[in-house]
Each structure stands twice: as structure tokens, then as C-alpha cells.
């Protein structure tokens, strides 16, 4: 299963006190595939050094870059089915790109791809997330 994860998940499942910690875990035991890209990869390291610290970040980012179940995808076209944000177009190209099971968001404005019929994506909140983990 390969899935696309936005950074706000990673935000909520990086420590280990986290009820979501299980994602993390589940990435680094190679539970599931994550696609990204070069710009998920810098809000990444963004958003990590915000919430957290430039430590922290660059840790995570290293980490990225030597787990074998990472699959870095390139896009080549741009979709634009985001509208109200579009920055989080990245996300979608990349989960069409890389013909991924699901988009993992807390983002409401990813409902929208319940009403687009082409290209399918869905998107599912972590705690779907965390049950389809524990299904595997």
C-alpha cells in the first residue's frame, strides 16, 4: 500500500507520547509505502522545524532519505484540483503520480475529491488511517 501523507499528520504522530505514534512507527517498520516529492519533502522540513526544531527536521528528513519503503516521485503534470488551497495541490499530484491507496489529511479542504470523479483520490483522516494499519 502506498500512501501520500500531509505534514500535518506527521505533526501530530512524531512523538512518542502521541496516540498516533503508531503511524510513525508503522512508516519506519515499513508497514506501508510513502510517496513524495522535492516540495513535500521541503514543507516537511518546514513545518517539523516550526512545530519542533531544526534538529528534529533534519533527523526526520534524514530518515526519509535512507528508509527503503520511501518512493520519491517526480510529477509531471499538475492537476489543480485544489482550489481553496491550492498549495496543497503537491499532495494530489504526487498520490496520482505514484498510484497511491490514499491521501492522509486532517485538511478539510480535501473533502473536495469526493466530487471529483477523475483523477479518483481518496482521502482519509488519521484515525482511518490508524485502523486500516492495524487491519494489515
Excluded at 508497514?31 to 513545518?47: M, P, R, S
Excluded at 509531471?76 to 492522509?104: E, G, R
Excluded at 480535501?110 to 485502523?131: K, N, Y
Aim: charge should be negative; proline fraction near 4%.
Amino acid at each position: 500500500m502506498t500512501v501520500v501523507i500531509d505534514c500535518n499528520i506527521f505533526v501530530m504522530c512524531l512523538t512518542s507520547g502521541s496516540p498516533y505514534h503508531f503511524i510513525f512507527q508503522s512508516l519506519v517498520n515499513s508497514k506501508f509505502k510513502l510517496a513524495i516529492t522535492a516540495d513535500i519533502l521541503l514543507e516537511y522540513e518546514e513545518v517539523l522545524q516550526q512545530k519542533y526544531s531544526v534538529a528534529t527536521a533534519k533527523t526526520f528528513i534524514t530518515l526519509l532519505s535512507e528508509l527503503p519503503n520511501i518512493d520519491f516521485i517526480h510529477t509531471y503534470f499538475h492537476w489543480q484540483l485544489m482550489n481553496v488551497d491550492p498549495d496543497d495541490n503537491k499532495y494530489c499530484d504526487c498520490a496520482v503520480a505514484s498510484q497511491a491507496s490514499y491521501i492522509i489529511t486532517e485538511d478539510r479542504h480535501f473533502d473536495v475529491l469526493q466530487h471529483i470523479p477523475f483523477p479518483s483520490l481518496t482521502a482519509i483522516r488519521i484515525d482511518g488511517f490508524m485502523d486500516v494499519l492495524r487491519a494489515l
